[in-house]
């Protein structure tokens, strides 16, 4: 007897008995197969605006003092915390 379902690995059993006219039970326990799934991601980020400086932002300095900012004061990290 073999169960065989998509998202299950192959459970077989040899040597089971059935005599004409009968129900035999058996029970098996399917365990989880290999799942595969694939994510295709396509696009682009938008284009990097380099000819004008109409976007900006300024920092107040007690912005900047009560911003969460790692010990080594990296200015990238204060990036990543604007509303841009």
């Known amino acids: 007897m073999i ?6 690995a192959t459970e077989t059993r040899n040597n089971v008995d059935v005599a004409v006219n ?3 039970r058996v029970d098996l326990t399917l365990q989880p197969g290999r799942i ?3 994510v295709l991601v396509s696009g682009a980020p938008p284009e990097l ?7 900006s932002t300024n ?3 007690h912005a900047l003092e009560n911003m969460p900012v790692s010990v ?4 990238r990290t204060l990036l990543s915390y604007l509303d841009m």
């Open 59 to 61: 920092l107040e300095s």
């Open 3 to 8: 169960a065989d379902i998509s998202v299950f």
């Open 22 to 24: 009968t129900t035999v």
């Open 36 to 38: 595969t799934e694939t």
């Open 49 to 55: 605006q380099t000819e004008r400086a109409d976007i």
């Open 72 to 75: 080594n004061r990296n200015s």
